[in-house]
C-alpha cells in the first residue's frame, strides 16, 4: 500500500491487489499515508498455494477493475 501511495501521489495510476485477510491493515496504511479512500481490489485468501491455472484464472477474474482503476479518466 505504501508503494501504491508514493505512486498515486506522484501521478501514477496504481492498482494494489490484496487478500481478503489484509483488508484492515491496507486500509490503516492508505489512510495514514494520506490516500484516504484508496480502494484495493480484494480476492481470496490464499493465492501462494494456488497452481498456475487458477492464478491465470484469478487474474482473468479481476482485470477488468484493474483497467477501469488504470485508466479512469483524468
Same mark, same amino acid.
Given at each position: 500500500?505504501?508503494?501504491?501511495?508514493?505512486?498515486?501521489?506522484?501521478?501514477? +495510476? *496504481?492498482?494494489?491487489?490484496?487478500? $481478503?485477510?489484509?483488508?484492515?491493515? !491496507?486500509?490503516?496504511?492508505?489512510?495514514?499515508?494520506?490516500?484516504?479512500?484508496?480502494?484495493?481490489?480484494?480476492?481470496?485468501? +490464499? *493465492?501462494?498455494?494456488?497452481?498456475? $491455472?487458477?492464478?491465470?484464472?484469478? !487474474?482473468?477474474?479481476?482485470?477488468?477493475?484493474?483497467?477501469?482503476?488504470?485508466?479512469?479518466?483524468?
Amino acid at each position: 500500500m505504501l508503494d501504491s501511495s508514493r505512486l498515486e501521489k506522484a501521478g501514477i +495510476p *496504481t492498482v494494489a491487489v490484496i487478500t $481478503d485477510v489484509f483488508v484492515r491493515e !491496507a486500509a490503516y496504511q492508505a489512510e495514514t499515508s494520506g490516500m484516504r479512500g484508496f480502494q484495493p481490489i480484494v480476492v481470496p485468501h +490464499p *493465492t501462494s498455494h494456488l497452481p498456475e $491455472d487458477q492464478i491465470k484464472a484469478l !487474474a482473468t477474474s479481476i482485470v477488468d477493475r484493474v483497467l477501469a482503476i488504470l485508466i479512469k479518466p483524468a
